[in-house]
């Protein structure tokens, strides 16, 4: 048997769920049962009757999951997947800027560790920050890690008062104006379609800004033939598949995000075959995380 029927004979065996991220290589892609970002996902992992789940995606993904699902088994394929921007918040600097503004509601973004979910009021996602913010009733915000998706979030609330952690994602970090511009230039119809995980002067030259979902369904139901796509290449792929007649464009170099592409497929199926990289959160933790995240879904709804 190939590689990819082994993958799908275990998964039945063991009546497991695989899901992967937007950003995740093509062929893990395809071998998912639910593709999505991390909000998708992770209510995916929530809801699912499957008692093991393998996240193909990085490391806070994984935790989430099990946050969520305490009795259930989270499996990272690739244990090693982390995500640098969630590694430049703790939890001990955090409760530091928590004494310093007592009066502050303190969000995190998803990506984030389970430690510093665990010392939040409430989690968000790219794509539900907004509706979140403007339910709380804090005039103050501490937002971590990302100062661009934080800076993104002020703009949208001038009546907020925003405290950003220095935190960024290294893959979007990558992109600059200059790189859309020369696009332009070549393809003047083009609209720029920008994560807000991007610096200011990049989403301020983009047509649209959303999350990685909504920049795929953007693109799917505008009229025009030409985009530029600055977020990480994997969700070309899913772009592609719905959008065979357009055009798609990346900014410079590729923006690539390193610890997305670990995951192989031979990855996914040995962690299958021994049920091996199992995720754990220590229970206090788990708790303290648990709340943020189920406040998360509460508000968005």
């Given at each position: 048997m190939s590689l990819l029927e082994n993958?799908?004979?275990?998964?039945?065996?063991?009546?497991?769920?695989?899901?992967a991220h937007y950003y995740q290589r093509p062929e893990v892609q395809d071998i998912a049962d639910y593709v999505g970002d991390s909000y998708y996902l992770s209510?995916?992992?929530?809801?699912?009757?499957?008692q093991i789940i393998v996240f193909c995606g990085v490391r806070f993904m994984a935790e989430s999951?099990?946050?969520?699902?305490?009795?259930?088994?989270?499996?990272?394929?690739?244990?090693?997947?982390?995500?640098?921007?969630?590694?430049?918040?703790d939890g001990e600097a955090l409760l530091e800027l928590k004494k310093e503004h007592p009066n502050a509601a303190v969000v995190c973004?998803?990506?984030?560790?389970?430690?510093?979910?665990?010392?939040?009021?409430?989690?968000?996602?790219?794509?539900?920050?907004v509706k979140i913010l403007r339910k709380l009733d804090k005039d103050e915000i501490i937002f971590l890690p990302d100062?661009?998706?934080?800076?993104y979030l002020a703009e949208q609330m001038p009546d907020k008062k925003f405290i950003l952690w220095p935190g960024f994602c290294i893959t979007h970090r990558k992109?600059?104006?200059?790189?859309?511009?020369?696009?332009?230039?070549?393809?003047?119809?083009?609209?720029?379609?920008?994560?807000?995980?991007?610096?200011k002067e990049v989403r301020d030259i983009s047509d649209f800004i959303g999350s990685t979902s909504e920049i795929i369904e953007y693109a799917t139901n505008n009229s025009s033939r030409d985009f530029i796509i600055v977020t990480e290449q994997g969700v070309l792929h899913e772009l592609k598949k719905r959008n065979p007649s357009k055009n798609f464009y990346t900014p410079g170099s590729t923006m690539t995000c390193v610890?997305?592409?670990?995951?192989?497929?031979e990855d996914v199926y040995e962690c299958l075959l021994d049920l091996s990289n199992s995720i754990e959160v220590d229970e206090?933790?788990?708790?303290?995380?648990?709340n943020s995240l189920v406040n998360m879904h509460n508000y968005a709804r």
């Open positions: 993958i799908i004979k275990l998964k039945k065996e063991k009546k497991a769920l695989i899901l209510k995916i992992a929530k809801d699912s009757p499957e999951a099990k946050i969520l699902s305490p009795e259930k088994t989270i499996l990272l394929p690739a244990l090693d997947a982390g995500c640098p921007m969630a590694d430049m918040a973004y998803i990506n984030s560790t389970a430690e510093v979910k665990a010392h939040c009021d409430v989690s968000v996602t790219s794509s539900n920050a100062k661009n998706l934080g800076s992109v600059n104006p200059s790189h859309i511009l020369d696009i332009k230039r070549i393809k003047p119809e083009a609209l720029a379609l920008a994560h807000p995980e991007c610096e610890n997305m592409k670990k995951t192989t497929l206090e933790t788990r708790v303290g995380a648990l």
